[in-house]
């Protein structure tokens, strides 16, 4: 039995809710009481920072249900030249530069940790690394052809540097009003 193309994205849809559900809760008790810090500027970027993970994530995910991972075959050209020119390569070209501009964003968590949150800076310089790795695993993905190995990094990088930006939005305040309401 085949199963059809939505069916996997909803099973990955779930456990990437599960997983951000879960750490929430692992973590709760540094969000809750008096371990919140207050770094606004900080709160700002993790937010920022979760919605273009998430706009990346619908990228990467519909590059690959349209098998447009080697739509642009070549680093950092496309196919033809430096631009696509079709609906497969815009995809993948979207994907990889969404993938590089955000890496100013991520390295602005750990300059913001360490002027305002000093607690914070040892995940935001976390933060930081795993965004650069993951754009080389990227390149690398494209490099080896969908190396099913090097794909696999690149989707468990990719869920990590969610996680752990997540945790630093908990960590200042982002989801207190929210979460920590009785229920
Ligand atoms: C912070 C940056 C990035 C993040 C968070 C990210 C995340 C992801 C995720 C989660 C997927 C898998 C989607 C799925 O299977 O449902 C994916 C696929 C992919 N990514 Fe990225 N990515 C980033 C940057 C890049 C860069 C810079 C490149 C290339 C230079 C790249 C190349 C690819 C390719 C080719 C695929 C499709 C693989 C396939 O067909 O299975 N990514 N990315």
């Known amino acids: 039995m085949t199963l059809p193309p ?11 809710a599960s997983w ?17 810090v207050e770094a606004p ?7 920022s920072g979760l919605a273009a993970l998430l706009i990346q994530y619908l990228l ?12 642009c075959p070549n680093f950092p050209s496309c196919a033809e030249g430096v631009f696509p020119f079709s609906f497969e390569s815009t995809l993948a070209f979207a994907h990889r530069w ?3 501009l955000m890496l100013g964003l991520f390295i602005h968590f750990s300059i913001a940790a360490l002027k305002s949150a000093p607690e914070l800076f040892r995940s935001a310089r ?3 690394g795993l965004a650069v790795a993951q754009v080389f695993l990227g390149v690398g993905v494209v490099m080896t052809q969908l190396h ?22 908990a960590r200042t305040g982002g989801f207190r009003q929210i979460l920590a309401r009785p229920i």
């Open 20 to 36: 951000s559900a879960s750490l929430l809760f692992a973590t709760h008790q540094t969000w809750t009481d008096s371990q919140t």
């Open 41 to 47: 500027k900080l709160k700002r970027l993790a937010a």
């Open 60 to 71: 990467g995910a519909i590059s690959r249900n349209y098998h447009a991972g080697l739509a």
């Open 98 to 100: 969404w993938g590089v």
């Open 6 to 16: 939505w069916a996997k994205e909803f099973s990955l849809a779930v456990i990437f």
């Open 148 to 169: 099913p190995d090097s794909r696999l990094c690149h989707v468990a990088i990719g869920y990590a540097l969610w996680g752990i930006t997540l945790y630093i939005l």
């Open 126 to 128: 976390r933060a930081s």
